[in-house]
């Protein structure tokens, strides 16, 4: 009996996961990042605009936010992307040399504004992008 009650509890949560986390129409969980380079990058984002300073080390979260050479990986997120834009009119993602980021001291990059790239991007913008972001 404890099988059958153990299978269906995982079951319901796939099917759970399965429907809850898809991208629909209105509501996207997912933002695309493409890396067309030949070097690896880390990325992170940012929902505090107009505050567009970055706050935390993006190489802590391993390879969640890391795009090797000419790779692509989604950031996932628990709710809609939409409604952030309800608190704020754009979210940052700050695109950094992963080489730069592995041997520089997060101070420093912080200190020296050590990024590849800033994108400050509305509702629209990720909506014209086809929720992906392309560096470079």
Same mark, same amino acid.
């Given at each position: 009996m404890?099988?059958?009650i ?6 319901s949560?796939?099917?759970?996961y399965?429907?809850c986390c898809r991208d629909?129409?209105?509501?996207h ?5 493409n890396?067309?380079t @030949? ?9 505090s605009?107009?505050d ?5 080390n ?13 790779k ?6 628990n ?5 952030y ?8 993602y700050?695109?950094? @040399?992963?080489q ?10 912080k200190?020296?504004y ?7 991007l509305?509702?629209? @913008?990720?909506?014209?992008?086809n929720w992906?972001v392309t560096?470079?």
């Amino acid at each position: 009996m404890n099988i059958k009650i153990t299978f269906i509890a995982i079951l319901s949560l796939l099917f759970i996961y399965a429907t809850c986390c898809r991208d629909k129409k209105d509501c996207h969980y997912n933002v695309y990042i493409n890396n067309n380079t @030949d070097k690896a990058i880390y990325f992170n984002l940012s929902a505090s605009y107009p505050d567009t300073l970055f706050y935390y080390n993006p190489t802590v979260e391993g390879d969640i936010c890391n795009v090797n050479p000419h790779k692509h990986t989604n950031e996932s997120h628990n709710s809609c992307v939409e409604g952030y834009y309800l608190q704020v009119p754009k979210l940052i993602y700050f695109i950094y @040399d992963a080489q730069t980021l592995e041997t520089t001291p997060w101070d420093t990059v912080k200190k020296k504004y050590m990024i590849l790239k800033r994108y400050e991007l509305t509702l629209q @913008d990720l909506e014209n992008m086809n929720w992906t972001v392309t560096y470079p």
